[in-house]
């Protein structure tokens, strides 16, 4: 018997192949594009959202490697987790010297510290004597004391006491100093590099800081977080939140109310956005709705239940901007008058290389999926609302870790009920992929270029050690 021969990769991937693309030239969606339906907008449009940047990016199988093997996460934890900036915690998180958090990434903990002049500096979290960690906990201490022998340092990471002090003459003060980890910080976010000659932030972030200035997400503040273990490596996670094309399959019922495959993916070199419209319904569906079908399913109303009526001739997009506009008023100001109906309503979903994914506008989501220790077949995902305030900084939300089979839902409400459907399909692809005989996984062109673009990064830093 001759067994079929499943798909081999067509071509590599390879960084240098990546090229510019002509907007108009881009194969789409029947429907209206994106930039159609801001033509459609009750206000300016900002700059940002006119930017297109649609990219070649080849279509070559991704390897399967990437999800289910070992040596490939030990090989991405040498070249990317240990080499790469990394959003660790927010400055909200340690606002007052003495205040540290713990970020564990790929089997190595560090500690972000805020210090007595109100620095923030980043630590291996070890001790310098016989190696225990330093802090198991977020918290506030005077100074960072090891529990196991009492050594210990002042917060900005000079060496202030060891215990018994006579039993080592060869330890050199100004030499016992905590050593540093490069740190930086942007819109509120603080960001780490466990290498320390690292490339500098500012090149780093300037993609994505160029999309943002005019969302300040630094003025908002951490309303939650909620944190749970995957049984999926941490791409397989990542990438359900980086198209908006599984919406058909994974979440029928919002089809209605999402123009899923309109979505415009842009693609720069250490960023990338998805932006799904709302309250246009998705061309998959294939007919005419009216307003009042796709106002009911976005208010999740069931039929025969009235739904509220649209003032004459206003759009249901216009008519949820507006909306949205008066529920944020009172925390947001002003502001909202300033934001067009597409950055109340729509899903402006970015990516900064290589995990960290705020969503833009009124958007309050911030998503971070990172390895779970050195378990490849596992990972950490996690939410973060932002939402803005009046008056005196609320105090950050501290983590709220879900157990292994808590539902999303059980802490973020309808959005967590999304999650929970795209939770579901994680250790199916994850199993998937440990059985295909297939050798890689075959992308979309346009709509999951976004993961391509993922793949592209991830070739450079592990494969080509960037
Ligand atoms: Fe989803």
Redesign the pocket.
């Known amino acids: 018997m001759i067994l079929p021969v499943v798909n081999q990769a067509k071509n590599t991937l390879m960084a240098e192949a990546i090229r510019d693309l002509d907007p108009e030239s881009m194969v789409r969606s029947p429907g209206l594009t994106y930039q159609q339906l801001l033509d459609q907008d009750t206000r300016p449009v900002p700059d940002v959202l006119r930017l297109q940047s649609p990219k070649d990016l080849g279509n070559a199988d991704i390897s399967i490697e990437r999800y289910i093997s070992k040596d490939w996460h030990d090989q991405e934890v040498e070249r990317l987790w240990k080499r790469v900036w990394q959003f660790a915690c927010r400055e909200e998180d340690i606002p007052e010297p003495g205040d540290h958090y713990r970020y564990d990434i790929a089997g190595m903990s560090f500690l972000v510290v805020r210090t007595e002049n109100g620095d923030i500096k980043a630590y291996p979290n070890a001790c310098l004597h016989r190696g225990r960690m330093l802090k198991e906990f977020d918290g506030h201490a005077s100074e960072l004391r090891c529990p196991f022998h009492g050594f210990a340092w002042t917060l900005d990471g000079c060496l202030k006491d060891i215990p018994a002090r006579w039993d080592f003459p060869h330890v050199d003060d100004d030499q016992f100093a905590l050593p540093e980890l490069p740190t930086a910080t942007w819109a509120g976010f603080v960001f780490i590099n466990p290498d320390q000659n690292c490339a500098p932030f500012d090149d780093f972030i300037k993609d994505l800081a160029d999309q943002f200035q005019r969302w300040d997400l630094g003025k908002l503040y951490k309303q939650a977080h909620v944190a749970r273990i995957m049984p999926a490596n941490w791409k397989i996670a990542q990438e ?2 980086c198209e ?1 094309y ?2 058909n399959g ?2 029928p019922q919002i089809m209605k109310s999402l123009g899923d495959v309109n979505s415009q993916v842009d693609v720069w070199d250490n960023c990338a956005r998805v932006i799904t419209p709302s309250l246009t319904p998705s061309p998959l569906l294939g007919d005419d709705l009216s307003d009042e079908d796709i106002v009911r399913a976005m208010l999740d109303i069931p039929e025969g239940d009235p739904v509220p009526e649209l003032p004459e001739g206003m759009s249901p997009r216009a008519w949820s901007a507006a909306m949205s506009r008066e529920g944020l008023r009172p925390d947001a100001g002003d502001l909202v008058d300033e934001y067009c109906d597409a950055e109340l309503v729509d899903n402006l979903d970015y990516t900064l290389f290589p995990n960290f994914h705020p969503w833009g506008a009124f958007n309050r989501i911030v998503y971070r999926f990172r390895p779970n220790g050195n378990d490849h077949r596992s990972s950490i995902m996690e939410a973060i609302m932002l939402a803005p305030f009046q008056g005196e900084r609320p105090p950050a939300a501290k983590v709220q870790w879900l157990k292994d089979d808590q539902p999303w839902s059980t802490a973020l409400g309808f959005l967590g009920k ?2 929970d ?2 939770v579901f399909n994680m250790p199916k692809v994850q199993m998937g992929l440990e059985s295909t005989y297939k050798p890689g996984v075959t992308l979309a062109n346009y709509q999951e270029s976004k993961v391509r673009w993922l793949h592209h990064k991830l070739t450079e830093w592990v494969e080509e050690g960037k």
């Open positions: 359900a939140f908006a599984h919406v994974t979440h999304v999650f459907q795209d």
